[in-house]
T-cell receptor
């Protein structure tokens, strides 16, 4: 089954404790991206990657890091989480050049930073 | 001002009603327009896709794009409780050359049985 898998789905942590949210896709997509979703603000892009070893900042990159060492994986790293990073996070992927631009999303990771 | 504006609702309608959703945008370079549907505790999924101005129909769903007014709409006819979800509009200049979809905030719709 074609899918984007995120882990963990739910996480409660404390300020300053480093954490990683993993993302993996099995569709051989070149493009991957991370979004955060907050009430009233919609989906905001954090980082994206056009292919292995190629990443770039989205609209809200502060406080986050990413890496793309393999095509299928795109982890999101919070080096020192703060309460304003409490949010619902989505990883997404798409086939580069696909005319519809359809993004395939994971089921989301709800993060609470105390 | 946000690049894409969407009334977050919420919107509550009785079963069988027509649901009307819309977004406005400021960037005239957008050419491709999408509607995503997001069920509770799930990721968004592509519902409809339209290129440039015009209408597109898929079953009970109709998407309209008016580029001259920078306005897009989604209509749901004969709404069902299973249509209860958050609907997000999204748009992009070119899926081939561009990397960033711009999303609206999403409108939460509840269809009452």
């Amino acid at each position: 089954e074609a899918q984007v898998t995120q882990n963990p789905r739910y996480l409660i942590t404390v300020t300053g404790k480093k954490l990683t949210v993993t993302c993996s896709q099995n569709m051989n997509h070149e493009y991957m991206s991370w979004y955060r979703q907050d009430p009233g603000l919609g989906l905001r892009q954090i980082y994206y990657s056009m292919n292995v070893e190629v990443t770039d900042k989205g609209d809200v990159p502060e406080g986050y890091k990413v890496s793309r060492k393999e095509k299928r994986n795109f982890p999101l790293i919070l080096e020192s989480p703060s309460p304003n990073q409490t949010s619902l996070y989505f990883c997404a992927s798409r086939k580069q050049g696909e005319v519809t631009g359809e993004l395939f999303f994971g089921e989301g990771s709800r993060l609470t930073v105390l | 001002q946000k690049e894409v504006e969407q009334d977050p609702g919420p919107l509550s309608v009785p079963e069988g009603a027509i649901v009307s959703l819309n977004c406005t945008y400021s960037n005239s370079a957008f050419q491709y327009f999408m509607w995503y549907r997001q069920y509770s505790r799930k990721g968004p999924e592509l519902l409809m896709y339209t290129y440039s101005s015009g209408n597109k129909e898929d079953g009970r769903f109709t998407a309209q794009v008016d580029k001259s007014s920078k306005y897009i709409s989604l209509f749901i006819r004969d709404s069902q409780p299973s249509d209860s979800a958050t609907y997000l509009c999204a748009m992009i200049r070119s899926p081939v050359n561009d990397y960033k979809l711009s999303f609206g905030a999403g409108t939460t719709v509840t269809v009452r049985a």
